[in-house]
């Protein structure tokens, strides 16, 4: 395993216009680039993930599992903005000398992928044998195998969209709201907002989660509370977990990204893009995902040439792509097998 920063010797031009000087791309990689660079596997993480995925996708990524570093040279980028490394609103502003907070430049899913482009050929990857990606990390690799096609050879995107709804839209400004509402968020302090924060991640957990899920886990054993609820420690406990490890000013200008997420924007229309994608591609929906409905991971297999479509039902809603790592490996396993024989059968008929 390697932990990296790139610093990038440019300015970084967003696709509003504005610049990050000095961009730094937090990265780890896990394995070695065989000699023919085919065995890429590049992964692009989700809202508030780092980019050690062995750390957070467990099951899917490690030393026994589909994904290992004795086959594979695995890379992950901390995305643009996030709290992990790599440039975001607590990076330090050079003019001024203090962290950006929200003075810090608005930014798109596109402009994440045009930071994982910049790491690739830094790395010297010309070519990615496996794009994958759940949720937030399933928009950049949709807008990665677009921008490149010729890049991208297997794509698997897991509970995901070509564009971002106006129901995830209405999630996301909820939260924001929630932020704030703590008046502290605007003092542009590094440890600004952090109340709001807590409610805004009580609140996004109840669209990652089911109705099934909170009666399982968080019904009472004593049927005389009046107070202090299960299902209250619960939510409060979550959102100090993610206060401990993260910021308000990332986690706004994350779901402000997520918000952009339009393959169709200043194309000719989301269909055409999505046409567009050269990659053997898989799209796996969850049954009873709330946030991103399987009709959006159809639609992606529908209009995505050499696309299959699974599903998986998950007692975890949402969550189940980060977690249902057993039924996923099976899936997407199988997936790469019949491609790779598929392809091998092909080439002999073509011979």
């Not at 502003?93 to 830094?122: K, W």
């Not at 490149?148 to 996301?172: C, M, Y």
């Not at 299959?308 to 189940?320: C, Q, R, V």
């Given at each position: 395993?390697?932990h990296?920063?790139?610093?990038?010797?440019?300015?970084f031009?967003?696709?509003s216009g504005?610049?990050?000087?000095?961009?730094?791309?937090?990265?780890?990689?896990?394995g070695?680039l065989n000699?023919?660079?085919?065995?890429?596997?590049?992964?692009?993480?989700?809202?508030?993930?780092?980019?050690?995925?062995?750390?957070?996708?467990?099951?899917?990524f490690?030393?026994?599992?589909?994904?290992?570093?004795d086959e594979h040279f695995?890379?992950?980028?901390?995305v643009?903005?996030?709290?992990y490394g790599?440039s975001?609103p607590l990076?330090i502003?050079?003019i001024?000398?203090?962290?950006?907070?929200?003075?810090?430049?608005?930014y798109?899913i596109?402009?994440?992928?045009?930071?994982h482009?910049?790491?690739?050929?830094h790395?010297k990857i010309?070519?990615?044998e496996?794009l994958?990606?759940?949720?937030?990390?399933?928009?950049?690799?949709?807008?990665?195998?677009?921008?490149?096609?010729?890049?991208?050879k297997?794509?698997v995107?897991?509970a995901?969209n070509a564009?971002?709804s106006?129901?995830?839209?209405?999630?996301?400004?909820?939260q924001?709201?929630?932020?704030?509402?703590?008046?502290?968020?605007?003092?542009?302090?590094?440890?600004g907002g952090l109340?709001?924060?807590k409610?805004a991640?009580?609140?996004?957990?109840?669209?990652y989660?089911?109705?099934?899920?909170y009666?399982?886990?968080?019904?009472?054993?004593d049927?005389?509370?009046?107070?202090l609820?299960k299902a209250s420690?619960?939510?409060?406990y979550?959102?100090?977990?993610l206060?401990?490890?993260?910021?308000?000013?990332?986690?706004?200008y994350?779901?402000?990204a997520?918000?952009?997420h339009?393959?169709?924007?200043?194309?000719?229309?989301?269909?055409?893009?999505?046409?567009?994608?050269?990659?053997?591609?898989?799209a796996?929906g969850?049954?009873?995902d709330?946030?991103?409905?399987?009709?959006?991971q159809?639609f992606?297999?529908?209009?995505?040439n050499?696309?299959?479509?699974?599903?998986?039902?998950?007692?975890?809603?949402?969550?189940g792509?980060?977690?249902e790592t057993?039924?996923?490996?099976?899936?997407?396993?199988?997936?790469?097998?019949?491609?790779?024989?598929?392809?091998k059968?092909?080439n002999?008929k073509?011979?």
């Amino acid at each position: 395993m390697s932990h990296k920063t790139y610093q990038h010797p440019q300015p970084f031009k967003l696709e509003s216009g504005k610049k990050i000087v000095d961009l730094e791309i937090a990265y780890h990689t896990f394995g070695k680039l065989n000699a023919d660079k085919s065995n890429v596997v590049w992964v692009c993480h989700a809202l508030t993930a780092n980019s050690d995925v062995f750390e957070w996708w467990p099951g899917l990524f490690g030393k026994k599992n589909l994904f290992n570093a004795d086959e594979h040279f695995i890379v992950c980028a901390n995305v643009l903005g996030s709290h992990y490394g790599t440039s975001n609103p607590l990076s330090i502003n050079e003019i001024t000398g203090l962290p950006y907070c929200l003075s810090f430049p608005l930014y798109t899913i596109r402009d994440m992928v045009a930071a994982h482009q910049l790491l690739a050929e830094h790395l010297k990857i010309d070519n990615i044998e496996l794009l994958i990606g759940g949720s937030l990390g399933g928009q950049q690799a949709l807008e990665w195998a677009v921008i490149e096609p010729d890049r991208i050879k297997n794509l698997v995107v897991l509970a995901t969209n070509a564009q971002h709804s106006p129901w995830g839209i209405a999630f996301n400004e909820s939260q924001r709201l929630a932020i704030a509402a703590d008046r502290t968020f605007y003092a542009n302090n590094p440890k600004g907002g952090l109340k709001g924060l807590k409610a805004a991640r009580s609140m996004a957990l109840l669209s990652y989660r089911t109705y099934e899920s909170y009666v399982r886990t968080q019904s009472e054993v004593d049927d005389n509370p009046k107070d202090l609820f299960k299902a209250s420690s619960y939510q409060n406990y979550q959102g100090e977990k993610l206060v401990k490890r993260f910021n308000a000013y990332s986690y706004w200008y994350l779901t402000k990204a997520m918000d952009t997420h339009n393959l169709g924007r200043n194309r000719s229309s989301v269909k055409d893009a999505l046409k567009a994608i050269k990659a053997n591609t898989l799209a796996i929906g969850i049954k009873n995902d709330f946030l991103f409905p399987v009709e959006e991971q159809k639609f992606l297999a529908e209009n995505i040439n050499h696309a299959k479509y699974e599903e998986i039902s998950s007692f975890y809603g949402h969550d189940g792509f980060l977690l249902e790592t057993q039924k996923l490996e099976e899936l997407i396993g199988a997936f790469l097998k019949a491609t790779k024989e598929r392809l091998k059968k092909n080439n002999l008929k073509i011979a």
